[in-house]
């Protein structure tokens, strides 16, 4: 082969880049010289030998600790930690108001203890239940698939929302659950588990009511489809009805009109 001498770029031939040029290949007597981002566009759009003397590009492999990647998923894990540990601890506080107050302060003699709100602690579990999602889940469990963002940070933003919804959702049944406790056991207090209960209670009370609902809806659904499937009938009308109703011609009729 001769040897062939070039002193730009053989792919984009400007020879202004201020880039420095490298070998495609092994061969010998081939001088073919390229951009590294070209020879890059090349081998990508599946062009494998060098333009000049057809020999395979040189694939060099060399290992790059990524730095920029590294901290992205100790960031999304952090995260993802900071959201189940801090986000479900925030939510239980929420759900317990001030009668975190009177637990640390009782001693069993002058201020007894409340223990009621053990049980607004395992009511927060739902809530907690709502907002974590683990962001390995593919996107159609994702309910913000919708939002114009890349895919991988999708459950991410789906837990940080979800976590601001689950803390509304709580001083909401505050809110809710404090004139039944004031009506019911005649006691003026806010933002306390006794509170956030009777608003929980009202939450289970609807979400019962719009299961049954919709049991009942879905049931009433499946049994008119099948009763309109199995009692529908096929009639079928032999004949044009002409206008005015002056008569109808029986297209089965076997006598043949004369024609006059």
């Known amino acids: 082969m001769a040897n062939t001498t070039l002193s730009s770029c053989y792919v984009c031939l400007d020879n202004e880049k201020n880039e420095p040029l490298v070998k495609p290949c092994k061969t010998p007597n081939c001088s073919a010289l390229t951009h590294n981002d070209c020879l890059l566009k090349q081998y990508r759009s599946k062009k494998t030998t060098c333009g000049i003397c057809r020999q395979p590009i040189v694939r060099n492999t060399n290992k790059v600790f990524n730095t920029k990647r590294c901290c992205?998923?100790?960031?999304?894990?952090?995260?993802?930690?900071?959201?189940?540990?801090?986000?479900?601890?925030?939510?239980?506080?929420?759900?317990?108001?001030k009668s975190i107050k009177s637990w640390i302060s009782c001693d069993n003699k002058v201020h007894p203890c409340d223990d009621g709100g053990i049980g607004a602690v395992f009511l927060t579990i739902p809530f907690i239940l709502l907002f974590f999602q683990l962001p390995q889940c593919c996107c159609k469990y994702n309910i913000f698939c919708c939002l114009p963002i890349k895919p991988k940070y999708k459950s991410y933003l789906t837990m940080g929302i979800l976590f601001l919804a689950s803390s509304v959702l709580?001083?909401?049944?505050?809110?809710?659950?404090?004139?039944?406790?004031?009506?019911?056991?005649?006691?003026?207090?806010?933002?306390?588990w006794r509170t956030f209960m009777a608003g929980f209670t009202v939450y289970a009370i609807l979400a019962g009511v719009l299961i049954v609902g919709s049991f009942v809806i879905c049931i009433s659904g499946c049994i008119y489809d099948k009763t309109t499937e199995n009692f529908t009938e096929t009639q079928v009308n032999y004949g044009t009805l002409i206008e005015n109703n002056e008569t109808i011609i029986d297209v089965d009729s076997s006598q043949t009109p004369l024609i006059q």
Do not use: E, Q, R, W
């Open 72 to 97: 992205i998923s100790f960031t999304k894990l952090l995260y993802t930690l900071f959201m189940l540990i801090v986000g479900s601890v925030l939510l239980i506080l929420l759900a317990l108001g």
């Open 170 to 192: 709580i001083l909401l049944a505050h809110g809710i659950g404090y004139p039944i406790v004031k009506h019911m056991y005649n006691m003026d207090v806010f933002f306390t």
